[in-house]
């Protein structure tokens, strides 16, 4: 069974572009999840979707945002980059988006650079 | 709001000492807690949660943790360190009704010597 696959691996823009982010959950999974992670601010949570709509979203400016398709990929934006907005995107996966009740897959990110 | 604090960002030790790695929460409910290990170039992994019930929680590898209410702490631990279990580990907290929304600690790096 395929597990949670994020596209690009890697990833350089320049300041003022924008840029777009890619997550295939596991299959069977509805749930995806966009996480930050910078060494100066660690793991932070962007927003999580169910059933192509965005059930949670964390405290990140309107640049961020995020979409589900039908089949449960998701795509993730990030409008008018910043050199803060170097980092690695993490997107994670689970059945019903229930973390407390069951296991969160995540994938291996996607490392952003911004010049 | 919720907040997670991992004391000490790096922490060492030799192969086949104990591992001893450090986590308070703040809650204002009673709360979700879990231990995830990032190797290098990889995503997370789950190791252990704790939900309710049984204070002490087994995961893989060999880590176990426990939930203590009265110190607001779930500190992770393994009797014998071994080289494979150099990474980076992270406590979460999570409320029960926040989908997938989970707040972690800054992260332990475990450094393991031969």
């Known amino acids: 069974k395929a597990g949670v696959t994020q596209t690009p691996r890697y990833l350089i823009k320049t300041r003022g572009q924008q840029v777009t982010l890619s997550c295939s959950p596991i299959?069977?999974?509805?749930?995806v999840s966009w996480y930050q992670q910078t060494p100066g601010q660690g793991l932070q949570f962007l927003f999580e979707?169910?059933?192509?709509?965005?059930?949670n979203k964390g405290n990140f400016p309107g640049r961020f945002s995020g979409r589900q398709f039908s089949n449960s990929r998701s795509e993730m934006n990030v409008s008018t980059l910043e050199l803060g907005d170097s980092a690695l995107y993490l997107c994670?996966?689970?059945?019903?988006?229930?973390?407390?009740?069951?296991?969160?897959?995540f994938g291996s990110g996607t490392q952003l650079s911004v010049l | 709001a919720q907040s997670v604090t991992q004391l000490g960002s790096h922490v060492s030790v030799s192969e086949g000492a104990l591992v001893l790695l450090r986590c308070n929460y703040s809650s204002s409910v009673p709360p979700y807690l879990f231990w995830y290990v990032q190797y290098p170039n990889q995503g997370l992994q789950l190791l252990l949660k704790?939900?309710?019930?049984?204070?002490l929680v087994k995961g893989i590898n060999g880590f176990e943790a426990e939930f203590k209410k009265s110190e607001t702490s779930f500190h992770l631990t393994k009797p014998s360190a071994h080289m494979s279990d150099a990474a980076e580990y992270f406590c979460a907290v999570s409320q029960g009704n926040a989908g997938n929304m989970l707040t972690f600690g800054g992260g332990t790096r475990l450094m393991v010597k031969p």
């Open positions: 299959s069977g999974h509805r749930s």
């Open positions: 704790y939900t309710t019930g049984a204070t």
């Open positions: 979707y169910f059933s192509e709509t965005q059930r």
């Open positions: 994670a996966s689970s059945f019903t988006g229930t973390a407390t009740n069951e296991k969160l897959f």
